[in-house]
């Protein structure tokens, strides 16, 4: 229990710890968000090479329908999701009582 009370510290100082859930988070956010919008961009040009068999309208409708929703459905799935956790995962103190827990906490 006395280590629960023990505020968190870090190797950049006191200063980096209320600031820290919110860095990782934002971080994590625009990681993915970069890579989900690569993903979306991949999906897209793969469907435009079905123009020989739906036509030019219907390969860029459905090119367009898919790699958007393959954006939006990884982004509110992982992208929020883990945003989420990793915030709360840097919010909270040690409540597992796990010394590896501790530590890497420290070194972010």
């Given amino acids: 229990m006395e280590a629960n009370r023990i505020p968190q510290k ?4 006191p200063w980096w710890v209320p600031i820290r859930p919110w860095f990782y988070s934002a971080w994590l956010a625009y990681e993915l968000t970069i890579r989900f919008y690569d993903y979306g961009l991949a999906v897209y040009h793969y469907f435009l090479e079905f123009e020989n068999h739906l036509g030019e309208f219907g390969a860029q409708a459905l090119a367009l329908f ?5 954006f939006l459905i990884c982004t509110s799935y992982l992208t929020l999701a ?5 915030f709360k995962f840097f919010s909270t103190r ?3 009582g796990n010394s590896t827990e501790e530590k890497f906490k420290y070194y972010f």
């Avoid at 870090?10 to 100082?13: A, F, K, P, T």
């Avoid at 883990?82 to 990793?86: H, Q």
């Fill in 94 to 96: 040690n409540e597992s």
């Fill in 10 to 13: 870090s190797i950049l100082g």
């Fill in 66 to 70: 898919c790699g958007i929703a393959v």
């Fill in 82 to 86: 883990g945003c989420v956790l990793l």
